[in-house]
């Protein structure tokens, strides 16, 4: 569907152009609140429920009192889907704290639509970045919060500098994660991937990964890696609900992705057929 979308904010369906967020919200003014990234394929959504669980389980961990529950967000999900049209695309789904104003602050609920943006069909280039240089939010366990501004930075950083994405290492020199992505290294036929013990967020993608990667007789390793070992690895790609799985390299290493190009085809059949 070309055009204008149909969003949907605090119980009402909006045309994309007609869509405001109050002033006061709490999300828009502190970056109080969550999200979620979906996607659908076929008009089918991919592992909504993981997704609806992380935003409830991070809204009372940020105790933020609602009446939301699995079941209501499923349907508005489903309806945004229809209302639109799309075939496939990405939904954001934020709920925020609310209207500070008011006596009575009661959380805002922001549903928006779009289509897939361009996804390379090559591999990507990465750099790698000392997240120290960028004010990265981390919370225990990890939640989707709207305080996305240190990895929007490096994310810019690195564009300019005409990289694909950039992959963080904190201060004892261990790799984390990308600006909005996991990563993964092959290495002798096992997947090792940075711990959740990082800080880093367990992407719904990369639970995917590994449970394919599982049924394909790969060793799994979640673990710490050091960046003085990454030239050592066979092969790397990063994961995001977005663009699924993208084989990377950097600077003075690359790959055949052997088994990242394997990976990756099981991953869209999966999400193809559900």
Not at 8 to 19: H, L, R, V
Not at 101 to 115: A, E, F, H, R, V
Not at 128 to 156: D, Q
């Amino acid at each position: 569907m070309l055009g204008k979308k149909i969003y949907y904010i605090n119980g009402k369906w909006i045309k994309s152009d007609e869509a405001k967020i109050p002033f006061n919200d709490a999300g828009f003014l502190y970056g109080d609140g969550l999200f979620e990234t979906l996607r659908f394929d076929n008009e089918k959504l991919f592992s909504a429920n993981k997704h609806i669980k992380r935003i409830l389980s991070g809204l009372k961990l940020i105790k933020l009192n609602h009446n939301f529950n699995p079941d209501s967000l499923l349907l508005l999900l489903q309806k945004i889907i229809e209302k639109n049209s799309l075939k496939n695309g990405i939904i954001r789904i934020m709920i925020t704290r609310g209207d500070l104003s008011k006596i009575k602050i009661m959380p805002n609920i922001y549903i928006n639509i779009k289509s897939f943006y361009n996804i390379p069909n090559k591999p990507v280039k990465a750099i790698f970045f000392n997240e120290e240089k960028f004010p990265i939010i981390r919370f225990t366990p990890a939640i989707k919060s709207l305080n996305y501004i240190g990895n929007m930075l490096a994310k810019k950083e690195c564009e300019k500098l005409g990289y694909y994405e950039p992959i963080f290492y904190n201060r004892n020199n261990i790799i984390t994660e990308c600006a909005i992505r996991n990563i993964f290294f092959i290495k002798d036929k096992t997947l090792i991937t940075p711990s959740l013990d990082l800080g880093i967020l367990s992407g719904v993608m990369r639970s995917t990964i590994i449970s394919i990667a599982k049924k394909n007789h790969l060793n799994i390793s979640e673990t710490h890696i050091n960046r003085d070992e990454i030239n050592l690895m066979d092969e790397a790609f990063i994961s995001s609900t977005g663009i699924g799985l993208l084989p990377c390299y950097w600077d003075h290493w690359h790959s055949e992705f052997e088994i990242t190009n394997k990976l990756k085809k099981e991953l869209f059949n999966k999400i193809n057929n559900g």
